[in-house]
Nanobody, 124 residues
């Protein structure tokens, strides 16, 4: 079971990026997928999640700017990030859980599988 996060890069304020989380050895359609990020010197924080029911969840700071979606045929989950700000700079990780419940959707400890992270840098 492996998750591969990709799509990060160096962009300017206001630009867009699309992160991808591709899975091997598991059918993502059966998992809730979360995106988390960790900035230098800060704790890992929840960004967004999508359940197998396609219900989506976002932290307040990204609502209206980020969109999480899934393509089950490609076994991939995406995080479309628009109107990027300097405070979005971080390493972004995707994670998967087969058993998560709504009340723990933003809890990193509730996810059993993690990708390696992809760097997003937003310059002002």
């Amino acid at each position: 079971v492996q998750l591969q996060a990709s799509g990060g890069g160096l962009v300017q304020t206001g630009d867009s990026l699309r992160l991808s989380c591709a899975a091997s050895g598991m059918a993502l359609s059966r998992y809730a997928i979360g995106w988390f990020r960790q900035a230098p010197g800060k704790e890992r924080e929840f960004v967004a999640a999508i359940r197998w029911t396609t219900n989506t969840y976002y932290t307040d700071s990204v609502k209206g700017r980020f969109t999480i979606s899934r393509d089950n045929a490609k076994n991939t989950v995406y995080l479309q990030m628009n109107s990027l700000k300097s405070e979005d700079t971080a390493v972004y990780y995707c994670a998967a859980s087969a058993t998560i419940i709504t009340s723990t959707i933003s809890n990193s400890g509730a996810y059993g599988y993690w990708g390696q992270g992809t760097q997003v840098t937003v310059s002002s």
